[in-house]
């Protein structure tokens, strides 16, 4: 993993999220995780509210292995991509500590305009550099 370049991997990992046809989706998703690699996403904060009013705990969403990652990325994909409405882009700040990396993406108005949202994306990479963990705050 010495030879990482860590804008080809942000850019490969953002491009997955803006891919409009499933095949080539799908073989993204294998090529840049784990088979067994988890995604957990920190739930933005109205949906911490909400479930927080209901009685619940800390609630954190999970998506685990390639079948739950296509799910999860497509599940993203119909709801603020394919609608024409958003893309999703890396900000261009990757940093990288032995196994892990850091990067904020964003989404944004495909038309252009202000930022729609923002999130930080913490990973920790296997041996092979493909993604174990992959963690995700919503910032805003």
């Known amino acids: 993993m010495a030879d990482l370049d860590l804008h080809h991997l942000t850019d490969r990992y953002v491009a997955v999220w803006n891919e409009?046809?499933?095949?080539?989706?799908?073989?993204?998703?294998?090529?840049l995780w784990s088979p067994d690699a988890v995604h957990v996403l920190q739930p933005p904060?109205?949906?911490r509210q909400t479930a927080e009013g209901l009685g619940f705990g800390r609630v954190v969403l999970e998506a685990?292995?390639?079948?739950?990652?296509?799910n999860r990325v497509t599940r993203a994909h119909e709801e603020f991509v394919a609608p024409g409405t958003f893309v999703f882009r890396s900000r261009?700040?990757?940093?990288?500590?032995?196994?892990?990396?850091?990067?904020?993406?964003?989404?944004?108005p495909r038309d252009g305009g202000g930022t729609a949202g923002v999130g930080l994306e913490i990973l920790v990479l296997g041996p092979d550099g493909r993604i174990?963990?992959?963690?995700?705050?919503?910032?805003?």
Do not use: N
């Open 64 to 70: 685990r292995g390639h079948h739950g990652l296509e």
């Open 45 to 47: 904060q109205d949906m």
């Open 20 to 31: 409009p046809d499933p095949e080539r989706r799908r073989a993204a998703i294998r090529a």
């Open 132 to 140: 174990v963990s992959d963690y995700q705050f919503i910032e805003g």
């Open 92 to 108: 261009g700040d990757a940093d990288r500590l032995h196994d892990l990396v850091k990067f904020h993406w964003e989404m944004a």
